[in-house]
């Protein structure tokens, strides 16, 4: 079994689309670990993707991703980490496979309804930015 971190994003949250997506993933396979709804901070945000601190569409996603409340989930499966990039389909919508969280509900590349952490390291680097070791062990 492997852990994965994923957030619903704040366009998908507003349009009503968390209860449809959380549903896809459990369809799929994935055990809920732990989930929380919150509304990111400027400098939660920025750090999250800190990673991407030099591309030209960091201010407009950091902007977009603390708009509107988000659901932070750790997601537990066989093969977590791919089978949720699977799950989600290509960043570009336009891209996306059928059947994909973003085909179905992307908005635009950028207000692409999901993340999912994009290697194991990644991952776990990412449930303990938003998860305590106990909320991630506890159930
Ligand atoms: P992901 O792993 O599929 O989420 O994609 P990346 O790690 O490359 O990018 C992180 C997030 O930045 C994406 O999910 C989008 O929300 C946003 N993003 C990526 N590429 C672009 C882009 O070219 N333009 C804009 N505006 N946003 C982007």
């Known amino acids: 079994m492997q852990k994965t971190f994923s957030i619903i994003k704040p366009d998908a949250v507003a349009s009503g689309k968390a209860g449809k997506i ?3 993933l459990e369809d799929n396979g994935f055990r809920i670990v732990a989930l929380r709804m919150t509304k990111l ?3 939660q945000a920025e750090g999250f993707y800190a990673v991407h601190a030099e591309r030209p569409f960091y201010r407009s996603l950091v902007t977009f991703m603390t708009e509107g409340p988000v659901v932070l989930m750790a997601l537990e499966r066989e093969d977590a980490v791919k089978k949720l990039r699977e799950v989600m389909g290509a960043t570009n919508p336009a891209n996306a496979a059928e059947g994909t969280v973003r085909k179905l509900y992307a908005e635009s590349i950028e207000r692409n309804a999901i993340h999912g952490s ?7 680097q990412e449930l303990a930015y938003f998860f305590t070791t106990v909320e991630l062990n506890q159930l």
């Open 118 to 124: 994009d290697a194991p390291e990644t991952a776990a």
């Open 22 to 24: 959380l549903s896809l």
């Open 41 to 43: 901070s400027t400098s």
